[in-house]
């Protein structure tokens, strides 16, 4: 075989290795066959609290916010099927997530949620999103009145201000099904890493009627007065672990889809990378044979013979 036919035959080998790897990702096959999906009748509306106070350092010494970060992710996954929305509020109240059926947006949703700085706002107002949770729950309501609306709150409660019209959240009982309150913080209270990554380089927030360090402390009271305005349970929560329970007393009805994920009735995947397989096999064996004969010419002659190679 002459090294222009060689060096072909290896080229191609190489393309083929790269063509058949994109097959098998895109994994072929023949025919359309319905994987169905579960889906629920469930629309859960998550109320988070971003002020600088879910910063504390008192959910088992750790920020308040990652806690409650922890505890929504794992409720995503407790409820799959469900519909997500996500209500953030601190200065203002706004919708960070529109409802959807998408988990995974959900979960960036919360991972990314940040929260204000320290010298932002104008203090803490647990009541602070009566306003927009009604509309969006009127509109839910609305859209979809066949779908059941649960209330997950997630706050420590703290009032640092008197500014603006109390709010009760008494009249979205007739708009909700179900839901829970979330209690993070203590009433001791602890410190506030001044810091976006919470983990205090930066040093702690600094009470500005006096220059000592702030302390935050979670009104688990006012948490229990907006779950009873809910009617809807409290849950304090100071560690990991519990999630599923709460999520199980939503009784989420749960059916299959239609019309959801395709897939090919018949794959033919398989066909691809035993291709592939073979491919690289003659590919690995081509580069040990190169591999020994370069050893082999670079091997000092056998002493007395050199026509031979002393190859160890």
């Not at 990652?66 to 509020?89: C, H, I, K, S, T």
């Not at 203090?123 to 969006?136: F, K, N, Q, W």
């Not at 703290?158 to 009760?168: A, V």
């Amino acid at each position: 075989m002459s090294p222009r036919t060689a060096s072909a035959l290896v080229l191609a080998r190489r393309v083929g290795i790269v063509l058949l790897f994109v097959v098998v990702l895109v994994r072929p096959g023949f025919g359309r066959a319905e994987a169905p999906v579960q889906l629920t009748d469930l629309d859960v509306v998550v109320v988070v609290d971003r002020t600088r106070s879910m910063a504390a350092l008192d959910h088992d010494g750790e920020p308040r916010i990652r806690g409650a970060q922890a505890d929504l992710v794992a409720l995503g996954e407790a409820l799959p099927g469900a519909r997500f929305a996500m209500l953030a509020f601190g200065t203002d109240a706004r919708v960070v997530m529109p409802l959807s059926s998408d988990t995974a947006a959900f979960e960036a949703a919360v991972e990314t949620l940040e929260l204000e700085g320290p010298k932002d706002g104008v203090g803490s107002r647990a009541d602070r999103p009566v306003p927009e949770l009604t509309d969006l729950l009127e509109r839910a309501e609305e859209a979809a009145p066949e779908r059941r609306r649960v209330v997950v709150y997630v706050g420590d409660g703290e009032d640092t201000t008197s500014e603006g019209e109390d709010r009760s959240f008494d009249g979205l009982r007739q708009l909700v099904a179900g839901g829970a309150v979330l209690g993070y913080g203590t009433s001791d209270g602890a410190p506030m890493p001044q810091d976006d990554e919470l983990d205090g380089s930066l040093g702690y927030v600094q009470d500005p009627a006096t220059g000592d360090t702030a302390v935050s402390k979670a009104d688990l009271d006012r948490l229990r007065e907006i779950a009873d305005q809910l009617d809807v349970p409290f849950e304090h929560r100071t560690g990991p672990g519990g999630i599923e329970a709460i999520a199980d007393s939503f009784a989420a009805a749960y059916a299959d889809g239609e019309g959801g994920h395709r897939r090919a009735a018949h794959d033919l995947t398989w066909v691809a990378a035993l291709l592939l397989l073979a491919l690289l096999l003659v590919e690995l064996h081509a580069g040990w044979r190169a591999a020994w004969t370069s050893r082999r010419a670079l091997a000092p002659a056998v002493p007395g013979d050199p026509t031979r190679r002393e190859v160890r």
